[in-house]
């Protein structure tokens, strides 16, 4: 007993003492030391343990590669968006739909909107070649400035939830179907689920998103996947990184709807949301039996957002004469670059 009263006693005596490594922010602590001698190697110290945090700090963010653009007036911040890389190459960035603050300002939002949008251009790098914006198909202020600043409308997006996940997913009439074709990705077929969606991509989308074995890496995660028949990838599911503040995944299909996916993709979509109630699936618009399977599957279309995107060969090409009016799919069939813009249609050879 006598013992634990002098641990809590001397426990105490801490209670008023912070312990905390030597850092510039303390320099106002040196003024009160009277040794010279000490106050220079205090000195030293800080600076040589804040540069090294520092470092930390920026290898960090180089990792993350995300920068916020503010609108600033009478020194508020009155509007903000950020951008982000959506390929590990840094060629294709994400701007993130415009915020404003509850600062008043003297812009209108859509003058807000095209300089926050305007200034995202101008301070990107020379690997960049395409931004791409995700707007709601109602947020006209969004997409009339995006178009205002060159950005063309690429494709639309449906988003699905799963209707009353709570409730038995399996009918006990119901042939059960094995789930096991689902698998995970990994080093041995990870060449093949790029592949499968490069070859599942339009020209123009493959060159935007520009995807590498390390991009598919990056939206690989515990809820992610693939059905593969006999080395066949035929449907995955993958993280999608366009949508920060949410778990939604990318459902990719082939080009056109493969039979063996009718008895097991409805089972396997409820495994994933059992697993992941609050996860959102994408699909494109232009997949239609694949929506269409989806709604007669009980699945849920949320909302639906347009894709539009920038391209630095698209725009350059666009300026041509008779060309201002083309679609993206037409102008970048005529584009005849030295060399191969953009990624091979033959399947990649693992590294």
């Given amino acids: 007993m006598k013992q634990d009263l002098n641990h809590d006693l001397n426990f105490n005596k801490y209670k008023k003492v912070t312990f905390e490594e030597l850092h510039i922010r303390h320099l106002n602590l040196l003024m009160d030391l009277k040794s010279e001698k000490l106050n220079n190697w205090f000195l ?78 101008s301070i990107t790098d020379i690997k960049t070649s395409s931004w791409v914006i995700n707007s709601d198909i109602n947020n006209n202020h969004l997409i009339s400035s995006a178009r205002e600043l060159g950005f063309q409308p690429l494709q639309n997006v ?88 949410s778990k939604v995944y990318t459902l990719t299909i082939g080009r056109s709807w493969d039979d063996r996916l009718s008895p097991i993709l409805k089972n396997i979509l409820n495994n994933f949301f059992e697993k992941s109630p609050y996860s959102i699936i994408k699909t494109y618009e232009e997949n239609t039996e694949l929506n269409s399977y989806l709604e007669n599957s009980g699945f849920r279309d949320n909302y639906q957002e347009i894709i539009l995107v920038r391209n630095t060969i698209v725009r350059n090409e666009s300026k041509q004469i008779n060309k201002i009016n083309q679609s993206l799919e037409s102008i970048f069939e005529k584009l005849n670059p030295q060399g191969n813009a953009y990624p091979s249609p033959f399947p990649l050879k693992s590294k």
């Fill in 44 to 121: 030293k110290m800080a600076i040589i343990n804040t540069f090294e945090d520092l470092k930390i700090f920026l290898n960090n963010l180089k990792k993350n590669k995300h920068k916020c653009i503010i609108a600033i007036e009478e020194k508020k911040i009155v509007g903000y968006l950020n951008i982000f890389p959506l390929n590990c190459k840094g060629s294709c960035l994400r701007i993130s739909k415009p915020n404003l603050t509850n600062i008043k300002s003297s812009l209108t939002e859509k003058d807000m909107t095209l300089g926050l949008i305007k200034k995202s251009i």
């Fill in 158 to 245: 449906k988003l699905w939830s799963k209707s009353n996940i709570n409730k038995s997913i399996k009918n006990t009439n119901e042939k059960s179907y094995s789930i096991d074709e689902f698998q995970e990705i990994n080093k041995l077929n990870l060449i093949n689920v790029l592949n499968f969606i490069r070859s599942n991509q339009s020209p123009l989308i493959r060159t935007i998103l520009d995807l590498d074995q390390k991009d598919i890496s990056n939206r690989n995660d515990l809820n992610s996947g693939a059905i593969i028949y006999n080395n066949t990838v035929i449907c995955t599911i993958l993280k999608d990184i366009n949508f920060q503040d």
